[in-house]
């Protein structure tokens, strides 16, 4: 870096930001406390620019969504004790999504450590099953190699969140610092990676060689940059491709040979593929339950080709027959010269013809009838967004139809927690993601519930004058909660039932401008006023009560034993009316 | 089943709990954990010793290769090993008792390390099942075990071979590369058969 010379004796606060300008960053989300109060006095003197959130949950999503819509290492920062252990779901989100941050927290001087001392918590015990990595940092010439490490470990390999701990009294002792000298040691690959020639050439006998084949597509394609690789081999070998809820965007999903998103709430026609494919070819994605429904019988008749870059995920959920572990698009290289080209594929046709055999089950398909449902909120948002913004969703019912009828074309426009599933994600993450890419429409879709488990940010949102626009898809219910107690347990609707405030009321209250909308032919206009105002905006869409994803795997079941989509839902909601 | 894995670590604080956390988040009971110095300095020696499923192995490797203090990991159950276990036994026995106990401890090549006028300790090194021979043949001749107290075990592959650390080490000025790849010959080949 040029800015700092060589050699400067510094503060440890110092170097934490003189280390964190050096590794390129320019965002952090934080808030300040006691133990961490000497990193935010000397933030002034460095060119990087910090949000301060409302709760500190919200600062590692909103670092976490900077991550997934830009591709880099997103930053938190917060004091000790509850500072840190607020930061725990995040964390967990990360982790369970390979998202790469960094979380640095203050902690009491190394002198008091383990006396119980004022705001003390053992965070790095605390968060070691939740974290790629962390650090305890008792002096400040460790602070620089540390965090340098940090930042390596969370965007190698696999990606996932690091916390550094840094004690109050390293940030204020002094030490050497060079930027250079602190560089962390090559990051060591993990040592059972590997393909041989023999096992790719196997994978691409299988590919030649099958005849129902499917791609399933994860976030590694998104992660390892694979985009133009894995479309090359769908296109080249006619390959139907399926994607898991953070694969979403990984393949354009305007494109003939994209099926849409697989598992318990996919498209019977994508499940249906899956179960009767003779191949998988499965990139960067772990087998999921959510995605396999039942182990026992899934897919049985196809034989597996795994192509993943963590060896621990071979053969963990589902036994493979050939295994490629490393780089996605490094493997896909290597492969695809041994691909011949194909013409069209009659398991190709198949599918299209389930397709169609969908589309009299689609909501979207029926005439309005005076109801509003989220499918029409979130069909009619992706047409008058061009299908271009980032969508940032929180977890449930809104969660699902937005994987279902927003098709995302581009990777890195959906932003969601697919394996924690973390309620109120969607707001922070959001900021985080608009933050990273100010240039970008980005629009917030998220429950009644789940806005309201992090509501607080909104005045972060006024605060940073953030130009983002918020959708909740208000039903009155907790909605998933309710499907499941209507599916699994006699419709006993045990706490699902929420009262919220005014959303725009509480919108106005923060100074954000918003607008109600209960019927179909008000969703164009409000989303338009939405996307027109300068400065963030929030649309209540109060749809209908108990509408339910469709379809649906229950829990236990294989996948072609899904609950469909009624025939008609009219019939379902009538009594409503 | 049992599987033995030995884990070379850095030498830092806050290792073993990672080690032991893991095994305890994959819902694996470890039956026994050694760990001492290695023969490089800054780098521990772990054997872990596990009750898992036949099929676990290759999971738990891979899991704790993940663990950024791990230097290597082997999974020994496949290979000809040899297997120790350090026990000191202290047993109540007064000048009048003792005498059948030493000749048991000659019978197990055990070795008496402490006399008092009440009780004696003996210290036995051998495989698992050779200490609880020990322990039960002093049990059923009526003699009283004050305290036991047992290493766990420690594993060591036979024959040449020896961990990548060391190898790389070894011969220093080799490509990279070519040390990453396994020593096929080391491992098969060479396996000598003494006599445990």
């Known amino acids: 870096m040029s800015s700092t010379p060589q050699n400067t004796r510094l503060t440890g606060s110092e170097i934490v930001w003189a280390t964190l300008v050096g590794e390129g960053v320019t965002d952090v989300f934080g808030y300040p406390g006691g133990a961490i109060l000497p990193v935010y006095d000397a933030m002034r003197k460095f060119p990087v620019r910090h949000i301060l959130t409302r709760h500190e949950q ?63 918590v053992d ?47 390293a940030q204020q002792a002094t030490a050497e610092f060079n930027f250079e000298a602190a560089a962390p040691k090559p990051y060591r690959p993990h040592p059972m990676r590997g393909h041989s020639a023999d096992s790719i050439s196997d994978a691409a006998k299988l590919i030649r060689e099958a005849k129902r084949p499917v791609i399933l597509a994860g976030h590694g394609i998104i992660q390892s940059g694979a985009f133009e690789q894995v479309r090359t081999l769908a296109e080249r070998a006619q390959i139907p491709v399926a994607s898991t809820l953070l694969g979403l965007g990984a393949f354009p999903a305007s494109h003939e040979l994209s099926l849409g998103m697989m598992g318990m709430h996919g498209e019977a026609w994508v499940n249906n593929a899956i179960q009767n494919a003779d191949l998988l070819v499965a990139c960067g994605m772990r087998f999921d339950d959510r995605v396999t429904g039942t182990l026992a019988t899934y897919a049985p008749n196809a034989k597996k080709v795994h192509i993943e ?37 009659p398991w190709v046709r198949e599918i299209n013809e389930m397709k169609g055999e969908c589309a009299v089950r689609d909501i979207r398909n029926l005439p309005d009838n005076g109801h509003l449902y989220a499918a029409h909120v979130i069909n009619d948002l992706w047409n008058a ?9 929180d977890v449930g019912q809104h969660q699902m139809w937005e994987a279902q009828y927003y098709k995302h074309d581009e990777p890195r426009t959906l932003v969601t927690s697919g394996g924690l599933g973390t309620m109120g994600f969607a707001l922070p993450a959001a900021i985080g993601a608009k933050v990273a890419c100010p240039d970008k429409e ?136 | 089943m049992l599987h033995t894995f030995v884990a070379l670590v850095e030498d830092k604080p806050g290792v073993l709990t990672r080690v032991a956390s893991l095994f305890r988040r994959l819902n694996v009971n470890i039956v026994s954990l050694t760990v001492g110095r290695s023969e490089r300095e800054g780098v521990s020696r772990m054997t872990i010793v596990a009750e898992a499923s036949p099929t676990a192995g290759h999971r738990i490797t891979a899991s704790l290769y993940k663990l950024e203090n791990i230097l290597e990991v082997d999974d020994v159950g496949q290979y000809a090993c040899v297997t120790r276990e350090l026990a000191l036994i202290k047993v109540a026995a007064t000048p009048q008792t003792r005498s059948h106990i030493f000749e048991l401890v000659e019978v197990f090549r055990a070795r008496i390390v402490d006399l008092a006028p009440e009780s004696l300790m003996i210290e036995i090194t051998g495989v698992s099942s050779k200490i609880e021979g020990l322990i039960q043949v002093l049990m059923e001749s009526g003699d009283e075990i004050l305290e036991v107290a047992r290493t766990g075990r420690m594993v060591m592959r036979r024959g040449r071979h020896t961990s990548r650390v060391m190898e790389a080490m070894r011969i220093a000025g080799v490509p990279e590369a070519e040390i990453l790849e ?15």
């Open chain 1, 58 to 120: 919200g600062a590692t999503h909103m670092a976490d969504g900077y991550a997934r819509a830009s591709g880099k290492v997103g930053v938190a920062m917060a004091t000790s004790g509850p500072g840190a252990t607020n930061m725990v779901t995040g964390l967990a989100t990360a982790m369970m999504d390979s998202v790469p941050i960094v979380c640095i927290t203050g902690q009491v001087s190394s002198k008091v450590l383990g006396t119980d001392a004022f705001q003390e």
């Open chain 1, 442 to 577: 980005v629009w917030v879709i998220a429950g009644d519930g789940g806005i309201q488990m992090t509501a607080c940010e909104l005045s972060t949102i006024a605060q940073e004058n953030l130009d983002l626009n918020i959708a909740i898809i208000n039903n009155g219910f907790l909605g998933m909660v309710r499907q499941w107690q209507e599916f699994f347990y006699e419709k006993n609707y045990a706490s699902s039932p929420i009262l919220s405030p005014d959303f725009v009321k509480l919108a106005d209250a923060h100074g954000i401008a918003g607008a109600t909308v209960t019927k179909r032919s008000e969703v164009l206009p409000a989303v338009k006023s939405a996307r027109e105002k300068k400065g963030p905006f929030l649309i209540n869409f109060h749809v209908e009560k108990e509408d339910s994803v469709y379809p649906m795997i229950p829990q236990g079941k294989a996948l072609h034993e899904m609950i469909r989509r009624p025939d008609n839902p009219l019939i379902e909601t009538a009594e409503d009316a």
């Open chain 2, 182 to 196: 396994p020593n096929v010959t080391a491992e098969s080949g060479e396996e000598s058969q003494l006599p445990q």
């Open chain 1, 385 to 393: 967004t061009g299908g271009k913004a980032i969508i940032v969703t």
């Open chain 1, 123 to 169: 965070i790095t015990g605390i968060t070691l099953p939740i974290t790629k990595h962390n650090y305890l940092v008792t002096r400040a010439e460790d602070i620089a190699p540390a965090l340098r490490e940090a930042f390596l470990v969370a965007k190698s390999g696999r990606p996932g969140p690091v916390l550094v701990d840094i004690t109050k009294d």
């Open chain 1, 309 to 345: 870059i963590d060896p621990a995920e071979i053969n963990k959920n589902v036994k493979v027959d050939v295994a490629l572990v490393g780089d996605l698009r490094q493997i896909l290289e290597i492969l695809l010269p041994q691909i011949p080209t194909c013409k069209s594929s």
